[in-house]
């Protein structure tokens, strides 16, 4: 079945760069996306990246695929201390774009 | 506002006692699911629903139960609550086809005493 790996935690300082990396198993997938969810919140859609894609880059945030490796990235440029929240890698499964599994999430703090 | 609603935000209840929580979308979506969230588990999906009186099981289904009667609702029963279904749900909906469109709720805490 499907699987997607992330690592859970990542600090990084204020004004740095922050790489979010996460690595997938289905290769039919059509999308992979990134969801960030801030305490107490729910899940807001970051950005996504349909997978004949690269790259995409979004103002701060740049996602990088390699779909050879099966490995999906998000940069986010000048971290600051509002990006600190849980990032969720998810994919669509080869049914449907509307079908999601996640990662377990990784949690990003920003240190001032 | 185009939007996910789910009621209530948090709930804490005893063992046994039947619970529904609600979801409601407004954005003629086909697609509805429900998740639950646990530390160090991510998101894990519980049931679907394609469209009305259409739905199927997720990963996690035991303990659980889910009615479309109508389009833009798809409540998550839990005719018989246990500790271990203590979590933060989230309800999500989509259309079906067409891209990314999912649309998440704010989140019901539950509590199972």
């Known amino acids: 079945g499907e699987d997607v790996e992330q690592s859970l935690f990542l600090s990084v300082r204020e004004g740095d760069s922050s790489v979010i990396n996460c690595t997938y198993t289905d290769s039919s997938s059509t999308y992979l996306y990134w969801y960030k969810q801030e305490p107490g919140a729910g899940l807001q859609l970051l950005t996504y990246i349909f997978s004949n894609m690269d790259m995409k880059q979004d103002q701060r945030l740049t996602v990088l695929l390699n779909k050879k490796d099966k490995h999906l990235s998000l940069r986010i440029a000048d971290t600051q201390t509002g990006d600190s929240a849980i990032y969720f890698c998810a994919e669509s499964i080869s049914a449907g774009s509307y079908q999601l599994t996640f990662g377990k999430g990784t949690k990003l703090s920003v240190i001032p | ?113």
């Open chain 2, 1 to 113: 506002e185009a939007q996910v609603t789910q009621n209530p935000r948090y709930l804490i209840t005893v063992t046994g006692k039947k619970l529904t929580v609600t979801c409601s979308q407004n954005m003629n979506h086909e697609y509805m699911s429900w998740y639950r969230q646990d530390p160090g588990l991510g998101l894990r999906q519980i049931y679907y629903s394609m469209n009305v009186e259409v739905t199927d099981k997720g990963d996690v289904p035991e303990g659980y139960k889910v009615s479309r009667k109508e389009k833009r609702n798809f409540p998550l029963i839990l005719e018989s609550p246990s500790p271990n279904q203590t979590s933060l749900y989230f309800c999500a909906s989509s259309f079906s086809k067409g891209g990314p469109s999912v649309s998440f709720g704010s989140g019901t805490r539950l509590t199972v005493v």
